[in-house]
């Protein structure tokens, strides 16, 4: 066995999870569920982002970056999932519906 | 000498009534209109007093109109021998048909429009004679030819007379294409298209050059003197009113073509082929014309063939070396031409328009000055001694018996011809018994006074003596030696012609019916002008405007140009309405859109960050 | 050691992760987005990121999850119903995911071949080093967040209110 994983490895999990948070979006038909899948996308890349910056290492502030903006992705995710929530509660106000695929008033 | 006052003061006439005429009164409008023309003739008379004998050109140049490269054309006018005689002629009978009209045009509508055309007329005529160089010329050339349009068509809801203008205009056009064909060949020879310069070297150019020049010029002449092939427009140009009749197709217009063969005479001198060309059109057309005017029964009809006719003539005199001959005649026939035309007008203005000669007769003794006027011109245009058209139609015969004895005969013939045809329309107007339905008046006397004036000079216009006064102007000319059993034998054609019309409608009228319906084939050709115009209509007019219509405009521009376009419109909407698809409404597809995008982002990407396809760092 | 640590957090959170996609109830799919999320957590610490790993835990699976279970018990969502369709996800969906993974996952592979991850192998992660750069170089960003979680206060608030009547 190995004493130590392999960076790629963390890179395919994130990969990994990432396309299925893609699947999840495209194959689910609930709103919620789309919605935490987007969540799930952004998870993946914020492990891809502290792998980097464990790849550039060190005290220095170079290292660090990956990590501020994963730090970053999570406030913008939080501030996200509170306004979308609240527009998916205002669409089922309105609509009664939580099907994507009943939304498409934008239709050609 | 102020040379530019001749053409301007009708230029100032026609401004004058063209912008303001529809406010004046018709007295305001004559006197502008008459005015400038009879001001014009009196500056004619007295800058030519003025010059003295004229021995060489007196020229004025005024501006430099085109200065481009070599080409340097002037506003130059030049007085000489040829053009005093010419100029004297347009601004003499011009007032004369002027003062008339103002007569014959009193009831009708477009008076002011009528006078200003009439000036404008003038104005370009004036440019053509005074001008000194072939450009300038050309400029008047097309001034009268629109102007014989406007006139033409000038009752213009009437659809035979905007026919007849538009056939008038296009055929002259066909001559000018000609007429270009030769200033451009002039130009690129010669370097100038000054007379004097081009007439300089003249004689030392290629004679293969001259004949070409002289044929295309020929073509010009063609057109605007309605010889044969371009005839057809003047007998429909009686579509106007009389005047312009008698002043453009008589006088002045029609006699530009054979100015302006005379005016380049060094050309001809030395190009024999065309002069024989020129010799032979004329003498076939005086002949064809004139038959065809034998039978025709509209009164103005008869004098439109006899006009083809008698340009027959003056060109058969140029054309066999006599250009003062063919000059002269130019002269008696804007006389005794003229005045058949006013008359003609006289008798349709008593009989209030009608122009048939068949509703005609008897008219002798109801409306006489018209009567005793026209019969002055007819014994003119018979040839019949000592009067003007004997003169000068004498002295063109004997140059074609001296140059081709065939033209000659033909000649005589012809002079036969008019003779008849003349006096068979005189008799069967103004002799008989009165056939129609109309109350004849005499005219008043604002019209028969030009036509006393006019009878006056047909009678004795034959002693100014043209020729001695061109004597020396043209050089090179071949001596024509006295002949007077020849003279003799041309009167006997007159006189010949004049007692067979005689005979056939003075004694025994019903003989021209019968002979009429027993030669029923040469008098239906006759009738009918040979068909001509049918022939033009069904092999030119008729392929053009077919292909016009089908290929050009049906094919090429409604089919190539707005079919591209439009199918460019078309184009852009059917990719438009396929990609419409895309925009379904639906969030997962858009959501797989970006996914495509994205992917095929990524692999260019890594494709881009490999040095080589298939190898990574 | 490490390696193991690392395979079955993995394999948790791949679990997760599939179970939250397959999942037709949406309080079942919220669970197990939590599993991920704590799973994702070890494996930050694995890396260093400690402050991460303990933000992940308190904000990610602590408040955006249960503002999650929050809104799917507000709404009564049940199962789901298979209803509509798309052409082009029918079509398109699973090759462009096929090939998402698989290009993702070939490129991966060949980039930084001898780096290797083992606890303790970076030290920067840690509350002190965070709160240097994010209040010394990277201030204005950190300035600009407090601005937008304010604006999504707003709108959450604008948003879900009932209707006056």
């Known amino acids: ?57 060190g005290a220095t502030h170079q290292g660090i970056e990956g990590h501020l903006f994963a730090f970053f992705v999570m406030v913008v995710a939080a501030a996200e999932a509170a306004v979308g929530l609240a527009i998916i509660l205002t669409i089922f106000k309105n609509r009664q519906t939580l099907n994507i695929d009943d939304i498409e008033s934008m239709k050609n | 000498m102020a040379l530019w006052l001749i053409p301007i003061l009708p230029f100032a006439g026609f401004v004058i009534n063209g912008l303001f ?64 005689i010419m100029l004297l002629i347009v601004t003499g009978i011009g007032s004369l048909i002027h003062i008339y009209a103002m007569g014959y045009m009193a009831h009708e509508g477009g008076y002011y429009r009528f006078f200003a055309y009439m000036n404008l007329f003038m104005f370009f005529m004036l440019v053509l004679v005074l001008a000194a160089n072939y450009l300038l010329l050309f400029v008047g050339w097309e001034g009268v030819g629109l102007c014989s349009y406007l006139l033409i068509g000038f009752y213009f809801d009437k659809q035979f007379a905007t026919n007849a203008g538009n056939k008038a205009f296009i055929v002259n056009r066909i001559g000018d294409f000609g007429f270009s064909l030769a200033m451009f060949l002039i130009f690129v020879n010669f370097g100038s298209l000054d007379f004097g310069k081009v007439f300089h070297q003249a004689p030392a150019a290629d004679t293969g050059l001259l004949t070409t020049i002289g044929f295309l010029l020929l073509v010009g002449a063609c057109g605007k003197s309605a010889q044969l092939p371009l005839y057809v427009w003047l007998p429909d140009a009686m579509a106007g009113p009389t005047p312009v009749s008698a002043l453009i197709h008589a006088a002045t217009m029609v006699t530009a073509g054979v100015y302006m063969t005379a005016r380049s005479w060094p050309i001809y001198i030395h190009a024999p082929t065309a002069m024989e060309a020129i010799a032979i059109m004329g003498v076939v057309t005086a002949f064809f014309s004139a038959s065809i005017g034998l039978v025709q029964n509209d009164i103005k009809k008869v004098f439109a063939y006899s006009t083809v006719s008698q340009l027959g003539y003056m060109f058969l005199g140029v054309g066999c070396g006599a250009f003062s001959a063919g000059i002269w005649h130019v002269m008696t026939h804007a006389f005794f031409k003229a005045l058949l035309f006013l008359g003609s007008g006289s008798v349709i203005h008593a009989l209030s328009g009608e122009q048939d000669l068949r509703n005609m007769g008897g008219l002798r003794t109801k409306i006489p000055i018209t009567f005793w006027t026209m019969m002055c011109a007819s014994v003119a245009i018979a040839g ?73 000079l047909s009678l004795g216009g034959g002693f100014i003596n043209i020729p001695k006064f061109l004597e020396g102007f043209f050089q090179g000319v071949p001596e024509v030696p006295e002949n007077s059993s020849l003279m003799f034998v041309s009167i006997a054609a007159g006189l010949i012609g004049i007692s067979i019309a005689a005979w056939f409608y003075l004694l025994k009228p019903a003989m021209a019916d019968s002979l009429a319906s027993s030669l029923k084939l040469i008098y239906t050709t006759l009738y009918n002008k040979y068909f001509v115009d049918e022939i033009y209509d069904a092999t030119v007019v008729k392929p053009i405007v077919g292909g016009s219509r089908w290929v050009l ?8 140009i707005d079919g591209s376009v439009n199918g460019l419109g078309a184009a852009s909407q059917g990719a438009g309405g396929i990609l419409r698809k895309l925009q379904s409404g639906n969030i997962r597809s858009y ?9 095929l982002a990524i692999v260019v990407l890594f494709i881009a960050s490999t040095n080589y396809w298939g190898g990574l760092q | 050691m490490d390696v193991i640590l690392f395979f079955v957090f993995a394999i948790i959170a791949v679990v997760c992760a599939i179970n939250v996609v397959v999942q037709t109830h949406p309080i079942s799919s919220a669970i197990s987005l939590v599993g991920v999320m704590g799973s994702l957590a070890v494996l930050y610490l694995l890396l ?70 083992h606890f303790g192998g970076f030290t920067g992660g840690g509350v002190h080093e965070i709160g240097m750069a994010l209040f010394g170089p990277y201030l204005l960003p950190f300035e600009v967040t407090s601005i937008l979680i304010l604006i999504a206060i707003v709108g959450a608030v604008v948003l879900a209110r009932k209707e006056m009547d």
């Open chain 1, 1 to 57: 066995m190995l004493a130590e994983v392999p960076i790629s490895w963390f890179l395919t999990l994130s990969a990994i999870l990432f396309a299925l948070g893609v699947a999840g979006f495209l194959f689910r038909r609930s709103i919620i569920t789309v919605f935490m899948s987007i969540e799930l996308m952004l998870n993946a890349v914020n492990l891809s982002f502290v792998t980097f910056s464990y790849h550039h290492g």
């Open chain 2, 21 to 84: 005429g529809r406010r004046f009164s018709k007295a305001v409008v004559n006197i502008v209109a008459i005015g400038s023309v009879v001001l014009a003739f009196a500056w004619v008379l007295k800058t030519l007093l003025g010059l003295g004998s004229l021995e060489t050109a007196a020229t004025e140049h005024y501006f430099t109109w085109i200065q481009s490269g070599n080409l340097n054309i002037g506003c130059d006018f030049a007085v000489d021998r040829l053009t005093a």
């Open chain 2, 384 to 456: 019949v001694p000592p009067f003007s058209g004997f003169f000068s139609k004498d002295a063109i015969l004997l140059a074609a018996y001296n140059h081709a004895p065939w033209m000659y005969w033909l000649g005589v013939l012809t002079a036969g011809m008019t003779a008849f045809y003349v006096f068979r329309a005189i008799f069967l107007a103004f002799f008989g018994e009165y056939r129609g339905h109309a109350h004849p008046h005499e005219s008043p006397p604002v019209m028969w006074i030009p036509l006393a004036i006019l009878g006056a």
């Open chain 2, 553 to 560: 405009w049906k094919g090429a521009d409604a089919g190539l």
């Open chain 2, 591 to 599: 959501a797989t859109w970006v996914l495509l995008g994205s992917v």
């Open chain 3, 48 to 117: 260093g990121a400690e402050f991460l790993a303990a933000a992940q835990v308190i904000v990610y699976a602590g408040a955006v999850m249960v503002l999650f279970v929050f809104v799917i018990m507000l709404l009564n969502a049940g199962t789901e119903k298979k209803e509509g369709k798309s052409f082009a996800v029918q079509l398109l969906g699973v090759p462009l995911l096929v090939a998402l993974l698989g290009i993702v996952a070939f490129f991966v592979q060949r980039l930084f071949p001898t780096t290797t991850v």
